[in-house]
DNA sequence: CGGTTAATTGAGATAGATCAACATATGTGG
DNA sequence: CCACATATGTTGATCTATCTCAATTAACCG
């Protein structure tokens, strides 16, 4: 279930809590170097303050459906999303994890309904703008255009780099490109890039790689066997050599 | 082989050939109307025509390769265009087609190199400008800033549309959702949305869509059988029940 | 500490790949 | 303009990586 703004209470006992126009969100926040954002200072970020609201969602809880109006976009503050794609039929496709300081939303930039729904894996918090605030902001602050245009940039790179993986690699490929590309995120932002955490399902990886839970678990099971990589508690992989599973990963 | 603009003959036998400088390439172009170029007029589109070479490339010329600097930013004008990433022992991924009026180097407006390879597909006509004349242009025009980025959220969906497909799709959904795009942005573009042309080969097909050539054209062969398409000459197919066609691309 | 969900492992089935032959364009030099 | 040469596309017969179905084990949670 969604609600809206007014109906929503402060606290809920639904997993979900709405926090807008009544601290100085912006002025904390604690991923604003890496966002739209970062282009504003002093009195601008003050007037943004009192644009977004701050969204707390448990595990699980959606934060908007595929085809649903883009009225907002988002920003990760805190926690783990994923966006996905569904067939008739219940196919699932995920096209993309975010992670703390990642943007959401820039299909919304132009078109009228989101390509895609999103979803919390862990508990989150979420920034989210109008979008016609945005478009506000955009007139008046070309560095966050052009912000938004490398962000849109980097994406679609990282979306052709998908492709190559889910068209050509082999499972093992697969999983190896997807434990690299976990470790330099967050390595990108200012995290460890080793004890890489793991904190979505093992349906979920399936659904990003076009495989079957099934064979995510066997395959991790043989990289483990070959020593490439250790599980370790809390939802912890340790890359045990990093070069290898790039190689592996590359298709060498 | 490549070669420097310098170096390059005005008409080649190697089946290259630029004009820079010497026209009217901007007021006279077909596709202005489909391209970042079309907020701009008058002098704002002379001083653009001064920037832009025209480059003339036959079939399977390449225009750039993955990895090289991204000093240009392309607009197709005439023909078409595939985008491809390689791997080490040569496994293959369209990323991309191209046809009249489709620009090309988004990556490249913020990235250094390119992400994937150009090729024509046949003989084409492209319109080329420096990154650094695009960029003083974003700084002068928000306008063309702002059509930059409604393409990027454009291409961004479609790319997710294409993760879909490649991850969850059987081979027959594949081909349907091929054609179905193939038909979409030939009518998109103000061409017809029903015989629709198929300049590329099938091995061009099936690293686009992830498979092999083989079941491409077996999987051809079957639509043709169920009578949803026909094959007609010249590398045209004809989309004989484009509802029944949706059906199957959806998954239905 | 039971109960539920998620992850792993096993056995067998299959869509699509691979290997191979043939057919049909496409192009070229005589 | 034709006959050959080459590249591209189609069809057939097998093979295999991954899926599916099924059972077991491990993690999580109240």
């Given amino acids: 279930m969604r609600w809206t703004e007014a109906e929503a209470p402060q606290q809920s006992q639904s997993g979900s809590a709405v926090t807008g126009r009544n601290g100085d969100p912006c002025f904390s926040c604690s ?19 009192g644009a977004v609201s701050t969204l707390h969602l448990d595990a699980h809880r959606s934060v908007f459906d595929e085809g649903e109006p883009a009225t907002h976009l988002f920003n990760v503050t805190q926690g783990s999303v994923k966006l996905y794609k569904l067939m008739p039929d219940g196919r699932r496709q995920v096209v993309g994890f975010l992670f703390d300081g990642d943007f959401l939303g820039l299909a919304g930039a132009s078109g009228e309904a989101y390509a895609y729904s999103a979803e919390a ?39 052709q780099e998908q492709m190559l993986l889910l068209g050509r690699k082999t499972a093992k490929e697969r999983l190896a490109s997807f434990l690299i590309q976990l470790s330099q995120r967050s390595e990108h932002r200012g995290g460890a890039a080793n004890p890489v955490a793991l904190p979505m399902s093992r349906a979920d990886i399936a659904d990003y790689l076009g495989l079957t839970t099934e064979t995510v678990s066997r395959t991790i099971t043989q990289l483990k066997q070959s020593r490439v990589i250790s599980l370790m508690p809390g939802g912890f992989v340790r890359l045990n050599d990093a070069a290898a599973l790039r190689q592996i990963a590359d298709g060498y």
Avoid at 145 to 156: C, F, M, N, S
């Fill in 121 to 159: 894996i862990t508990a989150v918090e979420i920034c989210r703008m109008p979008r016609r605030k945005l478009e506000q902001l955009l007139e008046s602050h070309p560095k966050v255009e052009r912000r938004l245009l490398g962000i849109a940039a980097a994406e679609l790179a990282a979306a």
């Fill in 31 to 49: 991923v604003r170097h890496m966002t739209i954002c970062s282009p504003l200072e002093g009195e601008e970020l003050l007037k943004l303050a």
